[in-house]
C-alpha cells in the first residue's frame, strides 16, 4: 500500500515537471485562442513572440491572416476570431458605428507608419502637373493618407474639417493637380508600377518586403498605431486576460524593439 502510494506521488510529481508551472494558469474553459490579424509584421507577431507565450501557459494558439480589413471585424463579432490585431482606432471607430458591432479594443502594438513610397517618379521634386498618387479606399485609411498629403505640402484641406474623417471632397487645393487613385490597402505596394507615388500602410510595406526607410516622405501623426480588438463578452475573462498580458510583457517589447526597428511603438516604450 505505501509501495502504491508513493508510486501514485511520484507519478504526479513527474507530470507537474512535465508541464511546468506556467500550464494551469491558462484558463480551464479556453482551450484554444484564435487571434485574427492581416498578413504581414502583426501576424509576425504572433507567431514569434505571443505563440510562445501563450503556449508556455497551457494555450493552443491558432493565428488566422487576413487580405482585407472588413473580414476580421466581422469575424470577432461572428466569434469565429477571439482578439485580432490589425487597424488602427479611427478605422474602428467608424466601422464598428458602422456595423453595429459590440467590440472594444484594449491596448496599442507596435506599429510600421504609413508612408509615401516611389512609383513610377523616384523623388520628390520629380513631381509635376497631374501626377498620380495610390492610396487605401476605405474611409478612415484614405483621410490618413489625405493627411499625409497635407503635411508634405501638395494638398490643402478646407477650413473646419477634421484630419480624421478628411474626405476627397474635402480638398480644398491641389498643388499639382493630384490625382488619387484608391485602391485596397493589400494592392497598395504592386500599384506602384502604375502610379507616380503611393502612399501605403506599412503592415503591407512590410509583408511586400519593402524598406521602411526607402520612404520619400515619412507620416508624421503617432494617432495611428494599431489596436487590439475583443468582443465586449470576453473582455473579462482570463484567457483574455492572458493575451493582454503577453502583449504587454518585458519579453514581447524586447522581442518587437529588435525586431521592428523604425516602428511607431507603444507609450512608454521609448523614453
Not at 504609413?114 to 485609411?141: H, I
Amino acid at each position: 500500500m505505501h509501495l502504491r502510494t508513493l508510486l501514485k506521488a511520484t507519478v504526479a510529481a513527474t507530470l507537474l515537471a512535465a508541464l511546468g508551472s506556467h500550464a494551469f494558469a491558462a484558463d480551464p474553459d479556453k482551450k484554444e485562442i484564435v487571434i485574427g490579424t492581416t498578413v504581414g509584421d502583426f501576424g509576425d507577431q504572433v507567431k514569434e513572440s505571443i505563440r510562445p507565450i501563450l503556449e508556455r501557459q497551457g494555450y493552443k494558439v491558432k493565428l488566422v491572416e487576413f487580405t482585407d480589413y472588413i473580414r476580421p471585424n466581422l469575424a470577432l463579432q461572428e466569434g469565429s476570431l477571439d482578439v485580432n490585431v490589425f487597424q488602427h482606432q479611427p478605422y474602428l471607430n467608424q466601422f464598428r458605428a458602422q456595423h453595429k458591432l459590440t467590440l472594444t479594443s484594449v491596448f496599442v502594438v507596435p506599429t510600421a507608419p504609413m508612408n509615401l513610397y516611389a512609383g513610377r517618379l523616384k523623388s520628390l521634386d520629380a513631381v509635376k502637373n497631374g501626377s498620380t498618387v495610390s492610396v487605401p479606399n476605405d474611409p478612415t485609411n484614405l483621410a490618413r493618407a489625405l493627411v499625409v498629403l497635407r503635411d508634405l505640402g501638395w494638398i490643402t484641406l478646407k477650413p473646419g474639417v477634421k484630419p480624421a474623417t478628411a474626405s476627397e471632397r474635402d480638398v480644398a487645393s491641389s498643388k499639382y493637380n493630384i490625382v488619387l487613385k484608391p485602391l485596397e490597402a493589400a494592392q497598395l505596394p504592386r500599384s506602384r508600377a502604375d502610379v507616380d507615388y503611393a502612399i501605403i500602410n506599412g503592415n503591407y510595406a512590410v509583408s511586400s518586403g519593402m524598406d521602411l526607410n526607402k520612404h520619400l516622405f515619412q507620416e508624421r501623426s503617432k494617432a495611428y498605431l494599431s489596436v487590439s480588438v475583443f468582443h465586449n463578452n470576453s473582455l473579462n475573462t482570463q484567457w483574455a486576460k492572458d493575451v493582454i498580458a503577453a502583449y504587454r510583457s518585458p519579453e514581447f517589447k524586447a522581442y518587437a524593439m529588435k525586431r521592428f526597428p523604425g516602428y511607431n511603438y507603444p507609450a512608454g516604450w521609448v523614453k
